[in-house]
């Protein structure tokens, strides 16, 4: 009986924790840790402008984040990668969309920094472009309405 009970433990685990591969057609995959609740809201607002959304529930981001070139300093709960490019923080969708169409060779991805401020009724936070060595090399000021959407959930890494 302790066998048995032992063999469910380990396949409940192997099932929660192992990597699923996403549908072949999605723009973007988010990896996350199963503990990560930021990336929901940032992941409906991806579908809503129209980007297909793979997420990934995996027992580490950071080797992920290490297989991306992620920069260590932007390592957080989690990660996502769209066209080989990597994704950290609740970068805009028309940002991804822009990366996406363009191809830059120069850029190995994008970060939505914390330094978020209010300005009167509205929330400012900059997104930036990196280089695969992880230095910054194109950064883009986006303001939207103080109230928290989808789209500018607070992510903390």
Known sequence: MVIVIILLMAVWIVIRYEPVTPSEDADIVVYTNTTCRCYQPWVRALKR???AVGVVLTSSVANTQ???GVPREFAACHTASADGYWIEGHVPAASIT???MEQPHNIGGLAQL???QQTGDRLQWEVVAYDNDGR???SETQV???QESDDQVR???
Request: glycine letters at 10%; proline letters at 14%; zero cysteines.
């Open 49 to 51: 402008a129209g980007l």
């Open 66 to 68: 290490s297989e991306l």
């Open 98 to 100: 822009t990366l996406l």
């Open 114 to 116: 914390r330094a978020e």
């Open 136 to 138: 910054p090399i194109l």
């Open 144 to 146: 939207g309405p103080t």
């Open 155 to 157: 992510h903390d890494p």
